[in-house]
């Protein structure tokens, strides 16, 4: 296929989304487009190329935008927070490229309605998935970055990405409850937290429910799409938990 020909293609698939009521293309980042079929491509999962015979997906472009998005991130870190040290740098910046995080980002910007899923992804509602969401946000900063170049890339990036690193240094956001709970229960308990999780449901919508003990007491439960979650609000119910027995506000790890 040419290039004119995936201009035209995604011109006609803009067009389509809306008047659907879909967000346009151009809407996602708040910019026009120089190269349309670039953005193709980044909307393009691996499931919808191998059903549809299409020879490139969003898969390259999602390694160069992990690499934008880590470099801008981490100068950003560097400059705006000159009193952490490079363990608390890394952190800080560990929380705002994380999966959780950047399917967060792609839900806002509307992304799930956006990338072309194969009929088995989408019967299995991978347009909600975590994993799906978050490699999709790195190949359309992977595009934006061939498209607009750095200066663009890391005004962009900055814009969706601020207000989280903001948050989290405050002590807010997004932060890993399992490892929080996890450094907390080896200094107070001597001892490592114990995840046990069950799941119901059909494949394509399991209902994952993790408990988390201590000592062999039971301390939280969460439920989540994936165990990873469940195990996240588990370990977050436990902190809760403990803070209430202690009388004081537990100080979670950064």
């Known amino acids: 296929m040419t290039a004119s020909a ?7 698939e803009t067009n389509r989304a809306s008047d659907d009521g879909r967000p346009d293309l151009d809407d996602v980042l708040g910019l026009p487009l120089n190269d349309p079929a670039l953005w193709e491509m980044a909307l393009t999962h691996r499931s919808f190329a191998f059903e549809q015979g299409v020879a490139v997906t969003n898969e390259r472009l999602e390694f160069l935008g992990d ?7 981490t100068d950003l870190a560097f400059r705006q927070f000159p009193d952490l040290s490079e363990g608390e740098l890394a952190k800080l910046r ?8 950047l399917a967060d980002v792609a839900r806002e910007l509307g992304l799930g309605q956006l990338v072309r899923l194969g009929r088995g992804e989408e019967m299995s509602g991978g347009r909600e998935k975590a994993s799906i969401l978050a490699d999709c946000m790195e ?3 992977g595009a934006h970055y061939l498209d607009k170049g750095l200066d663009e890339s890391r005004a962009t990036i900055e814009r969706l990405f601020w207000p989280r690193m903001e948050a989290y240094s405050r002590g807010g956001g997004d932060r890993d409850h399992k490892m929080s709970l996890q450094e907390l229960a080896s200094r107070d308990f001597s001892a490592a937290p114990e995840y046990r999780v069950t799941s119901e449901g059909p494949d394509h919508a399991k209902e994952f429910t993790a408990t988390v003990f201590l000592r062999g007491e039971e301390y939280g ?6 165990k990873k979650e469940a195990e996240q609000q588990a370990a977050r ?4 938990l403990i803070a209430s027995r202690s009388g ?3 100080e979670e790890a950064d």
């Open 6 to 12: 995936d201009r035209s293609a995604v011109e006609i």
């Open 67 to 73: 690499a934008v998005l880590g470099l801008v991130i």
């Open 94 to 101: 560990a929380a705002t490229v994380k999966m959780s995080t």
């Open 139 to 141: 190949a359309v900063l």
């Open 221 to 226: 439960t969460g439920q989540g799409r994936s």
């Open 237 to 240: 119910e436990a902190l809760e």
């Open 248 to 250: 004081e506000q537990v």
